[in-house]
């Protein structure tokens, strides 16, 4: 009876997902960037990012396709870097904070009464302190580094998350298909896992291409404050960077790494726009 | 009436749990998590000695719960004593700080908000038209830029290739801060705009389809009126709770304009302070924010009833 696929959940096959041009788009140059970022991990890719390999602000040519920064480092190399940064940060923020908020979610809606009250009052903590203070005062209390962004990140992350799965399952347990499970002898694991997860997957997954792509931006501008990623070149430092070259017309550096970051940024929302059409068909073309 | 009296203490009631839970976070993450704040203070001639004393000046020596006896007064009382680093008041400094955010932020803030209205509005009108389109599309490569390159174009082309404005800086006085902030007020439009474009056009058109609209037009109504009267004043609700949603941060200003514009506001202390390690600042700035949203959550429970007689307290 449970057979069917999850993606049915969307009113719609994984073949009609990428079916859309734009979608399938989406999805191809995401490989693509998980590819670039396992990639370097591995160290196949853009290996000795610090290593000159030219003269110093070289700009975009045969040999070095993006330039060279003032050291004389490739800037393709430092792109390749900053990708495996930005996909580890965003995945690990994306899958906390939405694995946290969900939980939370589901389990204040689902039993109510005083948990209900103590879930909201813990976010409406969270929620009053602002996002980038919470984030410096993180920063302070973990020391720098790219383990403090993902902890900073998913602390403040997960209230938007935990708010709308909330609201979601409220609506959904008064429904008839919950009465009717309660009605045969369902335990609540089983209503919670079997009958409730299904409908809220997609706004899950929704809120997943979210934080991913905050996280992405967030972790440019903590990176350019300082507080982010340590001895490796992520996008944000090499906007940073960037910024003393801008006015004498060096503008590859900061134009590679906005491109980047625009991309996937672009990418993410996208796909977020797609999953919320599916989610709600109502609000197509709105 | 008593009912609303009523309803205002539970209110204040929760507002006040959620500002001893603010308070208690703050407590367990500087006095109890960060790493002993003498060591930082004394640096490299850290003695056990000078430690203790130190620490029994600071009041670092006492039970817990008189140290968070304190912390919580200070939301209240607005008495955060001293900076460790500038040894100047705290209040008296953001005092000062605030202001100048403010000068950034508000402007900004009200203009955003003005144009976001205004446009989306007026653009429910073209609805599946090619403009329409464009300008969701607009927005959504606008957003997916990041700040940072906004602020670094701006100042490489507008204020150093142009010289139009002064690349960064402030002065104090109502004229004389004006060339200051117009560049980062206009960037902050522009991303207020960028961000924001997309759900008030969400909800513009959800209201416009509603029957009274019709009504309103068959009437004879002209469009301006039946949009920026009726429409409007429909809408309040939800306007009003992302408005207030941002109001707190404004006092705040934004953190990495005011870095790069070298603007003397709230947000530069509070990165100054971070880089040196000074606490109470932070506390500080923590504790006033969180504060000033539980009110503005108040309040703006208070304005839907003005808003919306339909709603009851």
Redesign the interface.
């Known amino acids: 009876m449970y057979k069917r696929n999850l993606l049915h959940q969307f009113g719609c096959s994984a073949k009609a997902l990428i079916s859309k041009k734009l979608n399938l788009f989406c999805f191809i140059t995401l490989l693509g960037y998980v590819l670039i970022a396992v990639g370097t991990k591995v160290g196949w890719l853009g290996a000795d990012w610090n290593r000159a390999v030219g003269e110093a602000y070289q700009p975009p040519n045969g040999l070095h396709y993006f330039g060279t920064d003032v050291l004389g480092r490739s800037v393709v190399a430092k792109i390749l870097h900053g990708t495996e940064v930005a996909i580890s940060v965003g995945f690990v923020v994306a899958l906390g904070a939405v694995l946290l908020g969900a939980t939370f979610g589901i389990v204040a809606a689902y039993f109510g009464g005083i948990v209900d009250t103590c879930v909201v009052?813990?976010y409406?903590?969270v929620?009053?302190?602002?996002t980038?203070?919470l984030l410096?005062?993180v920063?302070?209390?973990f020391g720098k580094g790219m383990h403090t962004i993902c902890i900073a990140l998913v602390i403040t992350e997960w209230t938007e998350t935990c708010r709308l799965i909330r609201g979601e399952v409220i609506r959904h347990k008064s429904r008839e298909y919950i009465q009717a499970a309660s009605a045969i002898g369902a335990s609540s694991a089983r209503k919670i896992f079997v009958h409730l997860l299904p409908n809220i997957l997609p706004l899950t997954i929704y809120q997943f291409s979210l934080v991913f792509?905050t996280a992405i931006?967030h972790e440019?501008?903590l990176s350019?404050?300082?507080?982010g990623v340590q001895n490796k070149p992520s996008?944000?430092i090499m906007?940073?960077d960037?910024?003393t070259g801008?006015?004498r017309g060096i503008w590859w550096e900061?134009f590679f790494a906005?491109m980047a970051?625009?991309l996937l940024?672009?990418v993410f929302?996208?796909l977020a726009d797609t999953f919320r059409d599916l989610l709600d068909p109502k609000?197509k073309?709105? | 009436m008593i009912s609303f009296f009523v309803y205002l203490l539970r209110k204040l009631l929760y507002a006040l749990?959620?500002i001893v839970?603010?308070t208690f976070?703050v407590f367990v993450?500087f006095n109890i998590?960060?790493e002993d704040p003498t060591l930082i203070l004394l640096g490299k001639y850290a003695t056990p000695k000078a430690m203790a004393a130190l620490s029994h000046q600071l009041g670092l020596d006492r039970p817990w719960y008189f140290q968070y006896w304190e912390v919580l007064q200070s939301a209240f009382t607005f008495n955060f004593g001293s900076s460790w680093a500038t040894k100047q008041s705290i209040l008296k400094t953001f005092q000062q700080g605030g202001l100048v955010s403010l000068t950034v932020t508000l402007p900004a803030f009200l203009i955003g908000n003005g144009l976001l209205i205004y446009v989306s509005l007026w653009m429910t009108q073209y609805?599946?038209t090619i403009w329409d389109r464009l300008l969701v599309i607009g927005c959504?490569?606008m957003?997916?830029?990041?700040?940072?390159?906004y602020i670094?174009?701006g100042q490489?082309f507008f204020a150093?290739?142009l010289k139009i404005f002064p690349i960064m800086g402030y002065k104090s006085g109502f004229f004389s801060c004006l060339p200051y902030i117009i560049l980062p007020t206009i960037i902050l439009v522009l991303l207020h705009f960028c961000y924001n474009y997309r759900f008030y056009?969400?909800i513009m058109?959800?209201e416009v389809y509603q029957d009274y609209v019709r009504t309103a037009r068959a009437k004879g109504l002209a469009e301006e009126v039946v949009l920026f009267k009726h429409v409007f004043k429909n809408l309040m609700v939800p306007i009003l709770t992302t408005l207030i949603k941002d109001f707190?941060?404004l006092l705040?200003g934004s953190?990495?304009i005011e870095?790069f514009f070298s603007i003397p506001g709230l947000g530069n202390i509070?990165?100054d302070a971070?880089?040196l390690?000074d606490f109470p600042v932070?506390k500080a700035?923590?504790i006033i924010?969180?504060v000033l949203?539980?009110l503005c959550n108040i309040v703006g429970d208070v304005l839907y009833t003005l808003v919306d007689p339909r709603i009851k307290l």
């Open positions: 009052w813990l409406t903590v929620t009053a302190i602002p980038i203070i410096m005062v920063a302070l209390v792509q931006k440019v501008v350019y404050l300082g507080i996008w944000g906007i940073n960037a910024k801008l006015v900061l906005t970051m625009f940024v672009f929302n996208i609000l073309g709105r | 749990s959620v839970g603010v976070l993450i998590l960060v609805k599946g959504m490569v957003s997916s830029i990041s700040i940072l390159v670094l174009v490489a150093c290739k056009r969400t058109l959800d707190p941060s705040f953190v990495v870095n509070v990165i971070v880089s390690c932070i700035v923590t924010t969180a949203s539980v």
